[in-house]
């Protein structure tokens, strides 16, 4: 933060996380999706309305400089993120365990989408 006092602002959605957490999970803990930094490397996805969706951009931007991805793998971390919580929403409205985690496995691991 005092090299780039940008990393003190606020992620989306949470004042309680800053961008420098983004950037150390990265540089420091191997971070390499944003699922992982905002479901392990925070809790910002139990702790937050919108379980991070708000921040996945902020998140793919800061991940994307460290990590050198292209705008495309950027695109698709975010949709990745988005995706997968949304599963969790619609897999909370099931009855069943089984009609659960049968919306939670339908989407395809960051690894599995096409570029």
Do not use: C
Not at 29 to 42: F, K, N, P, Q, W
Not at 62 to 85: D, H, P
Request: charged letters at 25%; a negative charge.
């Amino acid at each position: 933060i005092a090299a780039d006092p940008k990393q003190a602002e606020s992620l989306p959605g949470n004042p309680d996380y800053l961008l420098a957490e983004v950037t150390y999970a990265v540089t420091h803990e191997g971070a390499l999706h944003i699922e992982d930094v905002l479901s392990r490397r925070t809790r910002f996805t139990i702790e937050t309305r919108d379980r991070g969706i708000e921040a996945a951009v902020v998140v793919g931007k800061i991940m994307g400089t460290l990590l050198g991805w292209s705008a495309a793998t950027e695109k698709k971390e975010v949709k990745n993120f988005r995706l997968g919580i949304e599963a969790e929403f619609a897999a909370e409205q099931q009855t069943t365990d089984e009609a659960a985690n049968a919306i939670r496995t339908a989407v395809p691991s960051i690894t599995e989408m096409p570029a």
